[in-house]
């Protein structure tokens, strides 16, 4: 995988871009259309990550944060598909979120870095994606990370227009 670049538009919030800054580090920037710590809340509790991270918009069959430095998470779909496993390294309300989790096939860790920056209202996330190596990398691309990863985004997207609108 050597392009530097792959862009897919969203909603009218704005697009999510997704970036190779190295050969190691998949980059992806989403604007939302709430406050930070709205959509630091989204990624941090349970009870609102459960309703928008799988891919496929089924709410997880199980939820599992505990959100401390060396803390662990567990997300478990529906179905047979693998859970997401990780564990928490640094964690700044509601500016930056750090974990390190085993998705590549390799079985190597990977550390994925969230940066929450709130303009105007509105929060610009910055999710990268940093690799122990390239073949791990271009490995996550190859099994749609980007992809899945894009329209997880879209979900929560969604996720917190409802919310800002009152539904729960």
Known sequence: MDAKRVSQPTDDHGSAQVTLPS???????????????????????????ARW?????????????????????????????????????????????????????????SIGTLLFEERDGRTILRLTIACATKAD???????????????TLENLSEYIARLSAGAR
């Not at 047979?80 to 860790?109: H, M, N, Q």
């Open 53 to 109: 991270w799988d891919p496929n918009r089924e709410r997880l069959a199980s939820c599992d944060i505990d959100l401390r430095p060396n803390g662990t998470f567990r997300f478990i779909p529906r179905g047979a598909k693998p859970p997401f496993i990780g564990t928490y390294r640094d964690i700044l309300p509601p500016e930056r979120l750090v974990f390190s989790t085993v998705v590549a096939p390799s079985g190597a860790e």
């Open 137 to 151: 990398r271009d490995a996550l691309l190859q099994m749609r990370v980007d992809a899945g990863t894009l329209q």
């Open 23 to 49: 050969d190691r580090e998949i980059l992806i920037i989403r604007a939302f259309a709430a406050p930070r710590d709205v959509v630091f809340e989204a990624w941090t509790k349970p009870e609102h990550l």
